[in-house]
């Protein structure tokens, strides 16, 4: 069992930036964020393989965010940059028994409890 605790969410202006972690409890494998907004499923918002050579990032974050990860320290990041108020939204890290678990919510195993994230116009 993996236990994953997400950390740095926060309010912020438009145009503003937050870096959120994600610290594991234990050795994980493919991770990626996934964030839901009020009355919206929850969606994929970037993923990253276990050796980071693989990487995946829905199109409406690609050049805004970066998602990283220290294997040492058994952490995810997420870097995200340029916020939009459309940002807005719970943000949950997740951990994959495969090496990548790409965007589907089905490939992962373990949830974080989620950081809210809110962007102000």
């Known amino acids: 069992q993996v236990q994953l605790i997400e950390s740095g969410g926060g309010s912020v202006q438009a145009g503003g930036s937050l870096r959120l972690s994600c610290a594991a409890s234990g050795r994980t494998y493919g991770m990626g964020w996934f964030r839901q907004a009020p009355g919206k499923e929850r969606e994929s918002v970037t993923a990253?393989?276990?050796?980071?050579?693989?990487?995946y990032y829905t199109d409406s974050v690609k050049g805004r965010f970066t998602i990283s990860r220290d294997n040492a320290k058994n952490t995810m990041y997420l870097q995200m940059n340029s916020l939009k108020p459309e940002d807005t939204a719970v943000y949950y890290c997740?951990?994959?028994?495969?090496?990548?678990?790409?965007?589907?919510?089905?490939?992962?195993?373990?949830w974080g409890q989620g950081t809210q994230v809110t962007v102000s116009s």
């Open positions: 997740a951990a994959s028994g495969s090496l990548f678990g790409g965007e589907s919510r089905s490939n992962y195993d373990y």
């Open positions: 990253i393989s276990w050796s980071g050579s693989r990487i």
